[in-house]
């Protein structure tokens, strides 16, 4: 039996088959080959079409069969991890009732403060172990303010995955992973928040039933099978938030062990055992895929939204046709400190962790004289890897020291530049592993559906490839002071 893992990104899906054998991957594919935009219809505005992913999933999963290296029929069951927290909304024929608002959109900002302050500071975080910010319940609230229209043929409200799988199997299922990251989980009941729903007024019938993230989610159907060449009847028996499915892909599943990633947005996860929270909500609390009452095991996730979407930028606007390796090779050649230059990459909606303000992406300091596209790609990357030590010293200030990250070495974790930008101004090695966010996913199906006895079982052969330590942190931290104070002036100002 082999395994499929399917990663819906905000700039790709990403494919792979697995064999648990071996835990070897067979074939991985991307598709599309180009980044997907993001639909911004007002400014600080995020969506995206919810059947735009499922045919490019559909379309990934063909490009992988194509290659003629496995069997699909012998593919056994599917793992699903998704960009998180966005909102979907079907009717009872489970057909899309608007676009999708993704992650970074901005507009519930005000409506989670306002949330956050009736619920209570109290109540919201000790139950909800944040403030329903900007995540999905907000969204919703959005929805039924703005579109009462819209909001009335809702049947059900769900996650990104939660619609892949359905669109799979024609069941909708969530966990209490994926309703934690929307702000509708309440961790003391361990049950659908009644506050937010009673605050909201949001009806239960529009939540789909809880099931464990390792569970059986639904069965693929006739017509889909047919469509991609698959066995009818494989169980959709994993799904999970991107960010807690790229922790188990590295095996970051007990207290203290921290995972990051570069991707379009950044972030770094840390397991904890106890129901901690931000006082601020500046980093997020949310269930763990292994989280259970008896076991908690939460994810502590500091997100910058304005990461590899600010290098993609940068690229398209300055690179006249280089690739992100050419890129990476020319910004190398610039000395530590861009010459003074300085990024700040908050350009891609509310950043949680400066309490929700929209400052935009900045450049500071240009001489008009001295600086060349190049110093423009290495302070990018400076830039982003400085909001990185930004947010982990916010993670230290709630009892969080990581004495090592993992990473995949996969987007900009695939630049030395970054990496090393990375190391020394968090202080922190970086080790990096041969993995992505489908492998984990296909792997997640696997335990699932029981092939592997244990999460542990399932990434036993997960070594890391390349260790990163801090050696110029000295040089590093006068660049993150100077960058450090700007963003401090621009918090003020704004
Ligand atoms: N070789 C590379 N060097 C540096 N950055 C890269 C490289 N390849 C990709 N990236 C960055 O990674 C981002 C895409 O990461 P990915 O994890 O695929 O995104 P997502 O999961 O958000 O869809 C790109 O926008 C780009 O900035
Ligand atoms: O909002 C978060 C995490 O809380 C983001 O990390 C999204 O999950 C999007 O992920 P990518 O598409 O950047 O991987």
């Known amino acids: 039996m082999l395994l499929l893992g399917i990663d819906v990104g905000t700039s790709s899906i990403k494919v792979s088959v697995v064999d648990p054998a071996t835990q070897k991957t067979i074939s991985s594919v991307q598709y599309p080959e180009t980044e997907t935009e993001i639909n911004s219809p007002q400014p600080g505005w995020a969506e995206q079409s919810p059947e735009m992913w499922w045919d490019h999933v559909s379309q990934a999963i063909l490009k992988i069969n194509a290659l003629g290296s496995f069997d699909p029929k012998d ?20 057909q899309v009732l608007r676009d999708s608002i993704i992650w970074c959109d901005s507009r519930a900002v005000e409506i989670g403060n306002a949330a956050f302050e ?28 703005n579109q009462p229209e819209i909001y009335a043929k809702i049947d059900k409200v769900m996650l990104p995955g939660d619609f892949i799988s359905m669109k799979l199997t024609g069941e909708i299922t969530s966990s209490p992973s994926s309703l934690s990251e929307g702000i509708f989980w309440d961790f003391q009941n361990e049950q659908l928040s009644e506050d937010v729903l009673n605050y909201f007024g949001f009806d239960k019938k529009l939540f789909p039933p809880v099931r464990p993230v390792f569970s059986e989610h639904g069965y693929l159907k006739e017509s889909i099978a047919e469509l991609l060449s698959l066995r009818k009847g494989i ?7 991107d960010q807690p499915n790229n922790a188990l892909s590295l095996n970051v599943l007990q207290p203290g062990e921290v995972a990051a990633t570069a991707g379009t947005s950044g972030v770094i996860y840390g397991v904890s055992d106890q129901l901690a929270y931000d006082p601020q909500s500046r980093v997020n609390t949310f269930a763990h895929v292994n989280h259970s009452s008896e076991n908690k095991r939460l994810g502590v996730l500091l997100c ?31 000395a530590i400190g861009s010459a003074g230059l300085r990024i700040l990459p908050f350009g891609n909606g509310a950043e949680r962790m400066l309490n929700n303000k929209l400052i935009g992406a900045q ?11 190049d ?25 969080m020291f990581p004495t090592v990250i993992r990473a995949g070495k996969a987007n900009l ?14 202080n922190v090695p970086v080790e990096l592993y041969d993995n992505d966010g489908s492998v984990g996913a296909a792997l997640g199906a696997g335990i699932g559906v029981g092939v592997f006895s244990s999460e542990k ?30 963003l401090q002036e621009q918090l003020i100002i704004k």
């Open 75 to 94: 593919i056994g069951a599917i793992g699903i991890a998704y960009q998180m927290h966005g909102l979907v909304v079907v009717d009872q024929h489970q």
């Open 118 to 145: 009736v619920i209570g500071e109290e109540k919201s975080l000790s139950h909800l172990l944040n403030s329903p910010g900007n995540f999905t319940a907000s969204k919703l609230a959005w929805v039924k303010e």
């Open 235 to 241: 169980p959709v028996s994993y799904k999970s938030g």
């Open 304 to 334: 910058i939204n304005g990461t590899g979407i600010l290098n993609r930028w940068a690229k398209n606007t300055f690179g006249h046709g280089l690739s992100y390796s050419d890129i990476n090779h020319k910004a190398g050649a610039i």
């Open 363 to 373: 450049f500071h300091h240009i001489d008009l004289n001295l600086h060349t596209a």
């Open 375 to 399: 110093h423009i790609f290495r302070a990018v990357q400076e830039g982003i890897a400085f909001a990185f030590r930004y947010g982990l010293d916010i993670m230290r200030e709630n009892g």
């Open 413 to 426: 974790f695939q630049s030395a530049l970054f990496t090393e930008a990375f190391v020394n101004s968090t």
């Open 457 to 486: 079982e399932a990434f036993q052969n997960n070594k890391a490839i390349q260790l990163i330590e801090p050696g110029k942190s000295d040089c590093y931290e006068p660049v993150y002071q100077d960058w450090k104070e700007i």
